[in-house]
């Protein structure tokens, strides 16, 4: 089945300092992935698109130059959280959809918890 | 209005009881639904997608009213590894939407 794999599952790092989560599909090719944030108690908030060599698409309200996407290849995808601080600590899930499969839902990483301290 | 809501619960249902809650999405457009199952502090897995004529997965049961754009889910003779969080998702394009889940906690 397909598998996405996401680390680090937890890191706290401190204010000012950048934090990169990377995403990988592990048995199939990803063309597209997708990095969702979660505060506790609420919904998955989608916060951008990716796809392989090209640049990511946003969703309104999310700063890109704040949350890096790169999507280098079709298993590899990375968030790069810059200059964080307390306010961006939340949890982190990309999920991957899988070229030409029929529509089963798409793939979700283990997730990463960051912590701003 | 939020593209997908639902009741938050929490159901407190005993062991062996049927639970039942809905979802409802606001983009007539949907193309496509499914549950989620997100247990603490972990990755969402899906459950079941939905399909128009209604499916089952076991004790579970899934049904889509397009409609009254609302989804339910329906879980039969309740077990204590039922208790989990239940995002319903709703697809438009490439996008997937997430309701901000249901708590089911069953007791022994």
């Known amino acids: 089945g397909a598998v996405v794999s996401q680390h680090p599952s937890r890191v706290i790092c401190k204010s000012g300092t950048s934090v990169k989560i990377e995403c990988r599909s592990l048995?199939?090719?990803?063309?597209?992935m997708f990095w969702y944030r979660q505060f506790p108690k609420k919904s998955l908030m989608l916060m951008a698109t990716?796809?392989?060599?090209?640049?990511?698409?946003?969703e309104q309200g999310v700063e890109k130059d704040k949350f890096l996407i790169n999507h280098a290849s079709l298993t590899l995808s990375t968030l790069t959280v810059t200059s964080a601080h307390p306010e961006d600590s939340s949890f982190y899930i990309c999920?991957?959809?899988?070229?030409?499969?029929?529509?089963?839902?798409?793939?979700f990483g283990s997730g990463t918890r960051l912590t701003v301290v | 209005r939020k593209e997908v809501e639902q009741d938050p619960g929490p159901f407190n249902v005993p062991e062996g009881a049927t639970v039942a809650f809905n979802c409802t999405y606001s983009?007539?457009?949907?193309?496509?639904f499914f549950w989620y199952r997100q247990d603490c502090r972990k990755e969402p897995k899906l459950l079941m997608s939905?399909?128009?004529s209604g499916n089952e997965d076991g004790r579970f049961t899934a049904q889509l009213n397009r409609a009254s754009q609302y989804i339910s889910l329906l879980i039969r003779d309740s077990k204590l590894s039922d208790s989990a969080t239940y995002l319903c998702?709703?697809?438009?394009?490439?996008?997937?939407?997430f309701g901000a889940g249901t708590t089911v906690t069953v007791r022994a």
């Open positions: 999920s991957a959809s899988r070229e030409g499969t029929t529509d089963y839902g798409y793939t």
């Open positions: 048995d199939f090719q990803a063309t597209t």
């Open positions: 990716s796809n392989e060599g090209s640049k990511a698409t946003y």
């Open positions: 983009n007539s457009a949907s193309q496509s």
């Open positions: 939905v399909y128009s």
């Open positions: 998702a709703v697809k438009y394009e490439y996008k997937l939407s």
